[in-house]
């Protein structure tokens, strides 16, 4: 039999293994999506053309054993056959939409895999027994709890390269047959360029290390292996931990949960959808919205997704949201959360190169791109369904509530250009200001009167590493603030800024989140601005223009004046500041600042004698 491949080209089954993909546990995997619900509409390739393609490479792989390894590796026949069925029917216990189900059921896709193959009632089961004996059956079942042990690392080393050895090795080691099917399986289909790194097959070799006979690989392969992973961790980065899956994914689970659909290991993927369907036009409003989300595998607009590559930063970002909004709590169904961890090079699956009789790992290859590991951690809103649930409970002012939830979506990085003034009399600074006002056609002021404490601790840690920790209080709001400065290529002042709500947090933010421990804060500034801003239009972006005067008084009573112009960019392209800062240099009188008002004030009070206080 031929089977038409787009992956592999035309791949020959022997006609002994025919009755196993003609088995109806076999067929079924026809209807499995390989990548489950993922939301990119290209991944339809299913488990039935990656089963057979894995089928493909473990032909190629014991091919190559018994040419180049036949005096060390002995594979019988029934080894063989064991091989290649398990690499058949590694996946026939997937449930629907693969991994995705999984989390609803219990137990593994591989457990239930042993499960069918031991039924003595399933097609597979008899076409493995009567075309290959009890004795080939055992010996798939056993790869298969092999293959599982050994990714949950319990295993321990043989005395002798045994069967054991290729499996924990090529069927499950760092460079497997499974992954190499699906990285080039995925990548063709998703990413538009098939990634075929099943050449790395053809430089095995066998070397002493570490007390043990371990699989290496030949010099001239080590710049394919680094690419082999560099590829792996860029697909999962696009592919497996892309933020719109793992939100459809879990609104998948939110679905099957609410719903209580009877969801089993043989449930047909058509048949949820199909349930879906017709479900849909009788389905409360929450069901509803799961549904339509699910059937067209996306996310809307109103569904909207904060993302962070640091777990300390998601820890302190949900304590700090519930304790704000701790309706979010009660309101799950609107809600989505997720994490997920990605080591594409661990210990458990050592790679080796023997470089000229040298040995070395993988790891100290100078081409890999990383570390290898990634890290993930997802918080999603459905406003359409918060709305919903502030609504039911009678909560008031929601279009409010939801403005308010709706500005933790909004950018923490602050990005601008500053100016001071050449000239230190204030009459003709005002002047300059005139000038600039009716050169910018700046009109519509706004105010505004900030009182402003800085903080630092007693050795002025923060102020030596330019991080500001400022409290602000108005008629209505108290409100902390910490800046820190963004070191990039870029020559636009950068920083982040969060906003807090009392000292306690700026303490607990600075100690798990920016990794500074310190215990208590102490007052070190306070600075008055009388600010005026305005919205400037520039190019295709949304300026703010802030004119600020900044008053601060030394002990001896003196006060020091700043003037400063801040252009911060609200909306657009950070390109416009080039050419609104190209603008703003023609002025003679206008001289660029990368200094915060805080440390401008606290240079001009050490200067008149006030230093030891404001250290």
């Known amino acids: 039999m031929i089977v038409k491949d787009e992956v592999w080209g035309d791949i020959l089954i022997e006609d002994k293994y025919l009755p196993i993909v003609e088995s109806r546990e076999f067929d079924r995997l026809k209807n499995k999506k390989q990548l489950g619900i993922h939301p990119n509409d290209k991944a339809k390739h299913t488990r039935f053309y990656h089963s057979v393609g894995v089928y493909f490479l473990a032909c190629k792989l014991v091919g190559i054993l018994k040419y180049k390894l036949s005096d060390y590796i002995i594979i ?55 075309n290959f004996g009890e004795y080939v059956l055992d010996k798939v079942i056993n790869l298969i709890q092999l293959k599982e042990r050994i990714k949950n690392e319990d295993t321990t080393k043989e005395a002798t390269p045994d069967l054991i050895f290729i499996i924990s090795k090529l069927l499950s080691g760092g460079i497997d047959i499974d992954r190499l099917d699906y990285i080039a399986r995925d990548s063709h289909n998703v990413v538009g360029k098939k990634y075929d790194f099943s050449e790395l097959l053809n430089y095995i070799d066998l070397d002493y290390i570490n007390d043990y006979l371990e699989i290496t690989f030949g010099s001239e392969a080590e710049y394919l292996i680094a690419n082999y992973l560099n590829k792996r961790f860029e697909l999962y980065d696009k592919i497996y931990l892309d933020e719109q899956k793992f939100i459809v994914e879990q609104i998948f689970d939110k679905y099957i949960k609410k719903s209580n659909y009877p969801l089993t290991w043989e449930t047909e993927e058509v048949d949820i959808l199909k349930d879906m369907k017709n479900n849909l036009a009788d389905a409360d409003f929450i069901t509803k919205r799961y549904t339509n989300i699910i059937l067209n595998r996306q996310i809307d607009k109103n569904i909207k997704c904060k993302t962070f590559q640091n777990e300390s930063q998601f820890s302190f970002f949900l304590n700090k949201l519930y304790t704000d909004y701790p309706f979010l709590r009660e309101f799950n169904e609107a809600v989505v959360t997720t994490s997920s961890k990605t080591n594409i090079y661990s210990s458990k699956n050592r790679i080796y190169i023997n470089s000229n009789g040298l040995i070395k790992d993988i790891n100290e290859c100078p081409i890999l791109n990383s570390n290898l590991v990634k890290e993930k951690h997802i918080f999603a809103i459905d406003f359409v369904l918060l709305k919903y649930l502030l609504e039911k409970n009678n909560y008031k002012e929601v ?45 519509n002021k706004k105010d505004i009167v900030n009182e402003d404490d800085y903080y630092d601790n007693e050795n002025g840690l923060l102020g030596e590493m330019r991080i500001t920790v400022r409290n602000r209080k108005t008629s209505d709001k108290d409100v902390w603030n910490i800046k820190i400065p963004i070191i990039d290529k870029s020559s636009i002042t950068k920083r982040t800024e969060k906003g807090l709500n009392s000292e306690e947090e700026v303490l ?98 050490k200067q008149q004698g006030n230093a030891k206080r404001l250290k």
Not at 528 to 542: F, P, W
Request: net charge negative; with cysteine.
């Open 76 to 130: 019988t026949k029934e080894d063989e056959e064991a091989i290649k069925i398990m690499a058949l029917c590694h996946d026939i216990g997937h449930g629907p939409f693969s991994h995705l189900a999984e989390r609803c059921l219990s137990g593994t896709h591989e457990e239930n895999t042993v499960k069918i193959l031991m039924n003595e009632t399933s097609e597979v089961h008899k076409a493995i027994t009567e």
């Open 399 to 443: 279009d409010n509530i939801l403005d308010d939830i709706n500005n933790i979506y909004n950018s923490e990085i602050e990005e601008e250009k500053k100016y001071t003034f050449t000239s230190d009399n204030q009459d003709e600074i005002e002047e300059d200001i005139k000038v600039l006002k009716d050169t910018l056609n700046l009109e």
């Open 508 to 605: 607990e933010y600075l100690n798990s989140v920016v990794n500074i421990k310190i215990d208590h804060l102490l007052q070190t500034l306070h600075l008055t601005t009388n600010r005026e801003t305005y919205v400037l239009n520039y190019k295709n972006s949304c300026f703010e223009v802030s004119f600020d005067k900044t008053l601060a008084i030394n002990e001896s009573g003196q006060t020091v004046v700043n003037d400063m112009i801040e252009c911060e960019l609200k909306s657009g392209k950070a390109v416009d500041i080039y050419f609104l800062n190209f603008f703003m240099n023609q002025f003679p009188f206008l001289v660029n600042c990368s200094e915060s008002k805080k440390e401008i004030a606290i240079e001009c009070l």
